[in-house]
């Protein structure tokens, strides 16, 4: 399995970005994805995930109202939506699959991950 993730770069506060993270190597839509974030001395922490049907989104309270998590089965991509972007977002993004269909909140229900893409929100 592969996961590429793109869209990162330097935004100013209350801007947007759309990652992207396609992935190749087995059925897309048979395992959820999830989307992580890890800021410079902090611990890896999850951002916001989808289920491998779609049907099932999840989030944290930080990110709420701000961040949507979709995905395209037909083209095995799930994206990030960020918007209202504030300099506590700035962090290295990773896109992670699941071991199975539900949405993986936690580090240990990820059986792959991206290499990660830089967000970084200027103030």
């Known amino acids: 399995v592969q996961l590429q993730a793109s869209g990162g770069g330097l935004v100013q506060a209350g801007g947007s970005l759309r990652l992207s993270c396609a992935a190749s190597?087995?059925?897309?839509?048979?395992?959820?994805m999830g989307w992580f974030r890890q800021a410079p001395g902090k611990e890896r922490e999850f951002v916001a995930g989808?289920?491998?049907?779609?049907?099932?989104?999840s989030s944290v309270d930080s990110v709420k109202g701000r961040f949507t998590v979709s995905r395209d089965n037909a083209k095995n991509t799930v994206y990030l939506r960020m918007n209202s972007l504030k300099p506590e977002d700035t962090a290295v993004y990773y896109c992670?699959?699941?071991?199975?269909?539900?949405?993986?909140?936690?580090?240990?229900?990820?059986?792959?991950w991206g290499q990660g893409t830089l967000v970084t929100v200027s103030s």
């Open positions: 992670a699959q699941g071991s199975g269909s539900s949405t993986p909140y936690m580090m240990r229900m990820c059986a792959y």
């Open positions: 190597g087995r059925t897309f839509s048979s395992y959820g």
């Open positions: 989808i289920s491998g049907s779609g049907g099932s989104i």
